[in-house]
């Protein structure tokens, strides 16, 4: 069985403006990246509906950024006339992947959608995100698919402070987030550990590598992982972290985003029959986020 790809070319009509790093190139170096890669189930992300929507977010906030035209709703997080039909297409490919690997379609998938969703927090858009992809797709499975534990890891650089928000108080959710630290947004303190302790937060120093990386997930994601024994494992998966990346200082390779990749499908393999869905989130140098998409998705697939 092999991994599915969810992706949409709406994901190129959110336009932010000239020198953002969160760009339609970011959609186009992923694609190509993909675009020979052998043995993909390649899919058209739906639109993700309002009652997708509204599992994690109210009423009046996909009001409010459903009616805002063409411009910045903060410094960093911009919309442009394709921008709420891209958000739709992330979340519509998040729940469609969920819908595919918990049916036995799909043993894993990667969705490669724009923008980014791990900073939008309850009723804030923020740090180029408009609404909480991979929360969304946690609750769908929670709620519709009637699972009793689901477990999130989250390795872009940033804080997924978003995440952490939309999940603080969903005791089914376990949230592993590493970060770089400090670093925008912040957060993301080891003490922040969620209502019920469903919140593990990994801070890593500026300038350390894979090596460390692997030190901490090995330490204390993994072990947390194995005893809350997740039915499903999402992962915000950010490229950030990559040395080349010109937003932070972390300093992994490929081979690191490969490693943690074979370490998270064993885990599912382990506890979930492999069910794994990935869902791309940072990663800012255009050629370092193709090679490490396409080193991720390798390792998804011969998972």
């Not at 519509?92 to 595919?100: E, I, L």
């Not at 698919?145 to 005791?171: K, S, Y």
Request: proline letters at 6%; one cysteine or more; aromatic letters at 6%.
């Amino acid at each position: 069985m092999t991994t599915t790809l969810f992706t949409h070319s709406d994901c190129l009509n959110h336009v932010t403006p000239p020198g953002h790093p969160e760009q339609a190139a970011r959609m186009r170096s992923v694609e190509a990246a993909l675009a020979h890669f052998d043995g993909l189930d390649r899919r058209d992300a739906p639109l993700g509906r309002d009652e997708d929507i509204l599992r994690c977010h109210p009423r009046k906030y996909l009001d409010r950024i459903a009616a805002h035209g063409p411009g910045p709703l903060d410094a960093d997080t911009h919309m442009s006339e394709g921008s709420m039909q891209a958000a739709r297409r992330g979340v519509g490919g998040a729940v469609a992947a969920v819908d595919a690997v918990l049916s036995g379609e799909a043993k894993n998938a990667f969705v490669g959608t724009r923008p980014p969703g791990h900073h939008a927090e309850t009723a804030r858009p923020m740090g180029f995100c408009l609404f909480g992809n991979v929360s969304i797709a946690a609750k769908h499975a929670l709620d519709f698919h009637d699972l009793a534990r689901v477990a999130v890891v989250d390795f872009d650089v940033h804080h997924g402070n978003g995440t952490q928000d939309l999940l603080w108080d969903e005791p089914r959710a376990l949230l592993a987030t590493s970060q770089q630290m400090p670093l925008w947004p912040g957060t993301g303190d080891p003490s922040e550990t969620g209502a019920h302790d469903n919140v593990l937060n990994v801070p890593l120093a500026p300038g350390s590598d894979g090596a460390v990386m692997r030190a901490e997930y090995e330490e204390k994601v993994f072990p947390r992982l194995d005893a809350f024994r997740p039915e499903l494992i999402l992962i915000s998966a950010g490229f950030d972290a990559h040395a080349d990346d010109p937003l932070a200082n972390l300093n992994w390779v490929e081979e690191d985003f490969v490693w943690l990749t074979e370490k998270l499908c064993a885990m599912a393999d382990l506890h979930c029959g492999g069910r794994v869905v990935s869902v791309l989130e940072g990663g800012y140098d255009l050629d370092a986020l193709g090679r490490s998409v396409a080193a991720h998705v390798q390792a998804l697939s011969v998972a």
